[in-house]
């Protein structure tokens, strides 16, 4: 059973293109979060959002918009892409009232820009 | 800003051998975590030690944290080849519910 699934798993696209990337939870979870894995592994905390609200938005390009239809869901739109967006991008959720600190992740979708 | 920075980069053991792997961070926390990721795969939760707490065991796994120094270790035992993977340290900031700082990571290989 997928507790955090994402799709699709590989995105290539070209410059300037809109794309979105789909994330959902089946661990009844009420936060969710997007984070960036550039290519020298580093991770960073992009979107977190509780109960299908917005509560950390760290200093990304407002291109990158995320969406939570429900707590199950929390998608991320990216619009006009660049080269420097390429990176693997994970979804992570957590359940901020009896386990706040830890995080489920899914697999990761790796996006290259071209 | 970046939280966390980890040390060695990169740990090269035979299988059998401890690891340890350091970590240190800027400002004060609620509490640290360790996550390991699988090359291709997303990471997977090991281990929280709170700030309050100086040690912490789980399995083979052992947690310390010094917070006057600002820096835990991780130590696997009589490591496997399955426990090849990137290990990530992870801290919350005090004052913050959920937000996760992680650092630049050690890449383990075990070899048999």
């Known amino acids: 059973d997928t507790a955090v699934s994402q799709t699709p798993k590989y995105l290539v696209t070209q410059m300037g293109n809109d794309k979105s990337i789909k994330c959902e939870q089946n661990?009844?979870?009420?936060?969710m979060y997007w984070y960036k894995q550039d290519s020298k592994k580093f991770l960073k905390i992009m979107f977190s959002?509780?109960?299908?609200?917005?509560?950390i938005n760290e200093t990304v390009p407002n291109r990158f918009s995320p969406k939570s239809p429900d707590k199950a869901h929390l998608n991320l739109h990216i619009n006009s892409l660049e080269l420097g967006d390429s990176a693997v991008y994970f979804c992570?959720?957590?359940?901020?009232?009896?386990?706040?600190?830890?995080?489920?992740f899914g697999p990761g979708t790796r996006l290259t820009v071209t | 800003s970046q939280q966390g920075e980890e040390d060695p980069q990169a740990l090269s053991i035979q299988e059998g051998e401890n690891a340890t792997m350091n970590c240190s961070y800027k400002?004060?926390?609620?509490?640290l975590q360790w996550y390991r990721q699988n090359s291709g795969r997303g990471l997977v939760h090991l281990i929280l030690?709170?700030?309050?707490?100086r040690e912490k065991h789980s399995g083979r796994l052992r947690v310390t944290l010094d917070t006057s120094k600002k820096s835990s270790s991780l130590l696997i035992t009589a490591s496997r080849a399955a426990d090849t993977a990137s290990y990530f340290c992870?801290?919350?900031?005090?004052?913050?519910?959920?937000?996760?700082?992680f650092g630049t990571g050690t890449r383990l290989q075990v070899t048999l």
């Open positions: 992570a959720s957590s359940h901020l009232t009896t386990h706040p600190y830890e995080q489920y």
């Open positions: 661990l009844g979870h009420d936060t």
């Open positions: 959002y509780n109960n299908k609200e917005l509560i």
């Open positions: 400002t004060s926390i609620n509490n």
């Open positions: 030690i709170r700030s309050n707490e």
């Open positions: 992870a801290t919350v900031p005090t004052g913050t519910a959920s937000k996760l700082t």
